[in-house]
């Protein structure tokens, strides 16, 4: 890592995070209307940046966000700003906000989003967590398909922090949401696969749920290598009953869970198919990254 002071990007330019401000009267501020991507980077490369790009300008046009999401600008700021701070690996976030909000007075054409973007090392999960498996909270928060920024990454994020100090305060890694019809969603902050009899099964993205980036990597590489997967809707009884679970997300990659709550999942072990999920997303970093 480079001795320089760290840098972020705003709205143009790579500067000292202790200088970077925005406006008193953004709607991120105001009112959390925005979008984020929390990305890696693999010896200097971020890992499928252009599909993170592309989830970020998919929701800001489903959510009739009035800014446009320009992916060469996107792709710019977060290697300009990976390069600046001589970061290898690294996790990335990229901010958008839809700007300052209007003021009496102000034309629409004025409005500019804001665009921020940070870069550090990445702190790992505790080991024990891989080695031993991880144990979540089944959240009693739930999911649903009128909220209308469900399976969209927004800065709203604060229903889920709170779903997941309750977990943390029951000493579960990761807390699990369900819908009101009691079909699994996701986690906080990750996608959730079930194994059973050698099936790898993942809730469908209407249910609703953010289409994970690492997730779509598990889903790909189990069709190259005929193993089968399903996207379907699944219980709390296929969840407990299940041989293996694990859930997937960019810092994270494959995390398996072998208890939820007090309940073993299988042989509260992590299993021969999430360990062949874990390598399978090592392999698309490798092939990816060269």
Same mark, same amino acid.
Request: with cysteine; proline share 6%; glycine share 8%.
């Given at each position: 890592?480079?001795?320089?002071?760290?840098?972020?990007?705003?709205?143009?330019?790579?500067?000292?995070?202790?200088?970077?401000?925005?406006?008193?009267?953004? %709607?991120?501020?105001q009112?959390?209307?925005?979008?984020?991507?929390?990305?890696?980077?693999?010896? %200097?490369?971020?890992?499928?940046l252009?599909?993170?790009?592309?989830?970020?300008r998919?929701?800001?046009?489903?959510? #009739?966000?009035?800014?446009?999401?320009?992916?060469?600008? /996107?792709?710019?700021?977060?290697?300009?700003?990976?390069?600046?701070n %001589?970061?290898?690996?690294?996790?990335?976030?990229?901010?958008?906000? /839809?700007?300052?909000?209007?003021?009496?007075?102000?034309?629409?054409?004025?409005?500019?989003p804001?665009?921020?973007?940070?870069?550090?090392?990445?702190t790992?999960?505790?080991?024990?967590?891989y080695? #031993?498996?991880?144990?979540v909270?089944?959240?009693?928060?739930?999911q649903?398909?009128?909220d209308?920024?469900?399976?969209?990454k927004?800065?709203?994020?604060?229903?889920?922090?709170?779903?997941?100090?309750?977990?943390?305060?029951?000493? /579960?890694?990761e807390?699990?949401?369900?819908?009101?019809?009691?079909?699994?969603a996701e986690?906080?902050?990750?996608n959730?696969?079930?194994?059973?009899?050698?099936v790898? #099964?993942?809730?469908?993205?209407?249910?609703?749920?953010?289409?994970?980036?690492?997730?779509?990597?598990?889903?790909?590489a189990?069709?190259?290598? %005929?193993?089968?997967?399903?996207?379907?809707?699944?219980?709390?009884h296929?969840?407990?009953?299940a041989?293996?679970?694990?859930?997937?997300?960019?810092?994270?990659?494959?995390?398996?869970? /072998?208890?939820?709550?007090? #309940?073993?999942?299988?042989?509260e072990?992590?299993?021969?198919?999430?360990?062949?999920?874990?390598?399978?997303?090592?392999?698309?970093?490798?092939?990816e990254?060269?």
């Open positions: 890592m480079s001795e320089r002071p760290s840098l972020v990007y705003l709205d143009g330019e790579l500067i000292d995070p202790a200088h970077a401000r925005v406006s008193a009267f953004d %709607g991120g501020f009112y959390g209307v925005g979008l984020f991507e929390t990305m890696r980077a693999y010896g %200097g490369r971020i890992f499928r252009d599909a993170h790009i592309e989830r970020m998919r929701s800001a046009e489903v959510l #009739k966000l009035s800014f446009l999401v320009d992916v060469a600008v /996107c792709r710019s700021a977060l290697e300009r700003l990976l390069e600046a %001589g970061l290898a690996d690294a996790r990335l976030r990229l901010t958008m906000t /839809c700007g300052p909000t209007l003021l009496p007075g102000a034309s629409e054409e004025r409005v500019r804001t665009m921020l973007a940070t870069a550090t090392g990445v790992p999960y505790p080991r024990d967590f080695e #031993k498996g991880m144990t909270l089944v959240s009693r928060y739930r649903s398909k009128a209308p920024l469900g399976g969209h927004t800065t709203c994020y604060w229903p889920r922090l709170v779903a997941l100090r309750e977990a943390h305060e029951a000493q /579960c890694g807390a699990l949401w369900f819908t009101p019809e009691n079909l699994l986690g906080c902050m990750s959730v696969f079930v194994v059973r009899d050698g790898l #099964k993942t809730p469908p993205l209407d249910t609703p749920v953010l289409p994970g980036i690492v997730r779509n990597v598990i889903v790909e189990a069709g190259r290598a %005929g193993r089968p997967v399903e996207e379907t809707a699944l219980t709390i296929d969840l407990l009953n041989d293996e679970v694990f859930l997937t997300n960019s810092v994270m990659e494959v995390m398996p869970v /072998c208890r939820v709550e007090r #309940k073993g999942i299988g042989n072990k992590p299993g021969p198919v999430t360990a062949w999920a874990a390598g399978a997303y090592r392999d698309a970093v490798n092939d990254s060269v």
